[in-house]
């Protein structure tokens, strides 16, 4: 089992930053790779960003288009995700997760461990 817990959401003004955090307990940090998705209320729950084990391997969503990072520090057992010019559409509750897998997927499906997720509000 792994334990996920995300932190820094918040409120902020279109075109500024937030910096996401998720720390995970419970079992090999190393060992899994790292997910960033995010759910708009209404929506379907999107794909952000993903990182491999040893943080070499990266991948985001289409939208992202540069604005955001994804990274880990595996002696912290924490994954981040910096988001830089954050827009309207931004605005979601954001999850952090974990897959056993050495892939870099997309899918929510082929994560196995979630957190409970931090709101991202992005006031015009």
């Known amino acids: 089992q792994v334990q996920l817990v995300e932190s820094g959401g918040g409120l902020v003004q279109a075109g500024g930053s937030l910096r996401l955090s998720c720390v995970a307990s419970?079992?090999?940090?190393?060992?899994?790779?790292m997910g960033w998705f995010r759910q708009a209320q209404g929506k379907e729950r999107e794909f952000v960003a993903a990182?491999?084990?040893?943080?070499?391997?990266?991948v985001y969503g289409d939208f992202v288009k540069g604005r955001f990072s994804i990274s880990r520090d595996n002696a912290k057992n924490t994954v981040y995700l910096q988001m830089n010019s954050l827009e309207f559409e931004d605005a979601a509750v954001y999850y952090c997760?974990?897959?056993?897998?050495?892939?870099?997927?997309?899918?929510?499906?082929?994560?196995?461990?979630w957190g409970q997720g931090t709101q991202v509000t992005v006031s015009s």
């Open positions: 997760a974990a897959s056993p897998s050495a892939v870099l997927d997309r899918q929510p499906g082929e994560y196995s461990y």
């Open positions: 419970g079992h090999t940090f190393s060992a899994y790779t």
């Open positions: 990182i491999t084990r040893s943080g070499g391997g990266l």
